[in-house]
């Protein structure tokens, strides 16, 4: 008798706050807070570095990874937009790290790195 397969595990990502990976801290970083209903998930961002605002919509795929669409407003005032195709994992302390692989509007592509942090707090 052979067991059936397990259902893929991925990292629940409702609520958790997340920052770009970036080489100078100190220059500061983007980060913002994802949600997630069923197979809905999306995101807001807010300032740090180069980033004013961005917004994030996308669906949860059965392997646990997510398909979204994304736009961003730079602190220059450039529209970003494209697609990500975003993999959440846990990294070796527990925190969850998300690869978002994306390909924008002009057509370039990449990979970014963001990583959990604890809740900022923020002024009203």
Do not use: K
């Not at 970036?22 to 220059?27: C, E, G, I, K």
């Not at 983007?30 to 980033?51: I, M, N």
């Not at 004013?52 to 795929?61: A, N």
């Not at 692989?101 to 990449?110: E, N, V």
């Amino acid at each position: 008798m052979t067991a059936a397969a397990p259902e893929p595990f991925a990292p629940d990502v409702d609520g958790v706050w997340f920052q770009l990976v970036v080489d100078d801290p100190a220059a500061g970083a983007p980060y913002g807070q994802y949600h997630r209903e069923d197979d809905l998930v999306w995101a807001e961002f807010y300032a740090g570095g180069s980033l004013r605002s961005g917004r994030l919509v996308g669906h949860l795929q059965p392997d646990g990874s997510i398909e979204a669409a994304y736009c961003l407003l730079t602190a220059a005032g450039e529209l970003v937009s494209g697609e990500c195709h975003s993999v959440p994992e846990y990294t070796a302390d527990g925190t969850i790290r998300i690869a978002d692989h994306f390909r924008r509007s002009d057509g370039s592509t990449g990979v970014t790195y963001i990583e959990q942090i604890p809740a900022p707090v923020r002024e009203a």
